[in-house]
């Protein structure tokens, strides 16, 4: 191999690919925040704009199967490794986690088993962006681009 190639073949395979990760709730992005809920009368009264957050719990799969149902794009906040599985299976299109160790074991378990749903690092600052950038982590939620509250 030329070594022109061969620097640019390094370069591509160290490159992170960063055009199809979501960005929500950075200052400089445009972005259409999670409304965090805690009843279908607050899904009911959630801006028209915005996705519908959910903490997973057994309390709340009403509201997880009304969205479901409504055809209302909501994102679940998970705390233990089997929620992760549950979240695909119940209809998530996000799901959210502030625990670098479960959104590590999210989102390989999201590429093995082709979960339709995207995996979101939820951050306070820009300090962590790069940490999921690095990872191949779907998305960062950072918490200005939760409105009503926060799990």
Known sequence: MKPLLKMVSFIAQKSVQVSDMIIIGH??????PFYYVHSIEDIKE??????????????????????????????LGVRKKKEIVLASAIGASFLISDSKKLIKKAQKLAENYLFDMKIMFLI??????????????????????VTNGSF
Do not use: H, Q, T
């Open 46 to 75: 959630s801006p028209s704009n915005s996705n519908v957050l959910i903490l997973f719990s057994e309390d709340n799969l009403d509201l997880c199967k009304y969205c479901s149902s409504n055809n209302i794009v909501f994102g």
């Open 124 to 145: 306070e600052n820009e300090k962590s962006m790069m940490w999921a950038v690095n990872r191949g982590i779907d998305g960062i939620l950072f918490e200005r681009g």
């Open 27 to 32: 200052k400089w992005i445009d972005y259409m």
